[in-house]
């Protein structure tokens, strides 16, 4: 699973010193992401129901049980990529079934650069000062390749109408 260009090793270093800072307290930056996801499409919050009930709001599904389990699984997909930086491939049958699972919910391919933009924002409120230019590229590059990989998924199913 090597995205068009694999990670340096300063890389590699940048993203694991980045998440051992930030992974301290996951669900909260986890309701970061989500929020600022929800912030740039709202569109989004119908994909997230937990048994047939159809959140309000944002605030309302931020709050639900079922999606703070929903928050420490991507936290935990997140940390495997971090802890297999060195041989990402190793995550390849996982990452194309999460995508598989994600396009059978209604996700669209299009919605997980939208995804990259709140990890990076998350990333950003919490690193502050720490979240340079190389970091943000680092995180780019990963968050690529583990999108690439959940597409991949997208492709043994075929396309809805």
Aim: proline share 5%.
């Amino acid at each position: 699973m090597e995205s068009g260009m694999p990670l340096s090793g300063g890389q590699r270093a940048l993203i694991r010193e980045s998440w051992r800072r930030g992974s301290g307290s996951p669900v909260q930056h986890g309701l970061v992401l989500f929020s600022r996801l929800f912030d740039l499409d709202p569109d989004l919050l119908p994909l997230f129901q937990y048994n047939c009930k159809q959140f309000a709001s944002p605030q309302e599904c931020l709050s639900a049980p079922e999606f703070l389990d929903h928050i420490r699984k991507v936290m935990l997909v997140i940390d495997a990529a971090v802890s297999h930086l060195e041989n990402l491939s190793c995550l390849e049958e996982y990452l194309c079934n999460l995508g598989k699972k994600h396009q059978a919910v209604g996700v669209k391919v299009e919605s997980f650069s939208t995804v990259g933009e709140s990890l990076l924002y998350m990333l950003e409120k919490c690193l502050g000062a720490a979240f340079s230019p190389e970091v943000q590229e680092a995180w780019s590059k990963l968050y690529n390749a583990v999108v690439e990989a959940m597409q991949r998924g997208w492709e043994t199913l075929p396309e809805g109408d």
